[in-house]
């Protein structure tokens, strides 16, 4: 069975980190780009930030800019979103998705062929 599980999720103060983990069962990431979001309550699901196979990455939020980086390590088969400098506007659902290979160049989610559950983000002020 596919699957995309997400953790590292939680409560953290404004000013805070997290790292979030997507990590792969059933299939190998080496051929897919991962693509983070997120979803905040009573809001649109927003994408953040997507890493193609190759290991380039795609911003698709200003608001994260010089705050969330992407990365991956394949022989772990998982990705990571490095979340620093929290604010109260990042308290979100963050779910990550696969795609194969390329990043699309706008956020497109149904682009994206496989969804994780999501972990829970909240920001305290």
């Known amino acids: 069975q596919l699957q995309l599980v997400e953790s590292g999720g939680g409560l953290v103060q404004a000013g805070g980190s997290l790292r979030l983990s997507c990590a792969a069962s059933g299939f190998t990431l080496d051929y897919y780009a991962i693509g983070w979001f997120r979803q905040a309550p009573g809001k649109e699901r927003e994408g953040v930030l997507c890493?193609?196979?190759?290991?380039?990455?795609?911003n698709y939020a200003d608001s994260v800019k010089g705050r969330f980086t992407i990365s991956r390590d394949n022989a772990k088969n998982t990705v990571y979103l490095q979340m620093n400098s929290l604010e109260p506007e990042d308290t979100a659902v963050y779910s990550c998705a696969a795609v194969m290979y390329y990043c699309p160049a706008y956020v497109a989610p149904s682009e994206f062929d496989y969804w994780g559950q999501g972990t829970r983000v909240t920001v305290s002020s």
């Open positions: 890493i193609s196979s190759g290991g380039d990455s795609t």
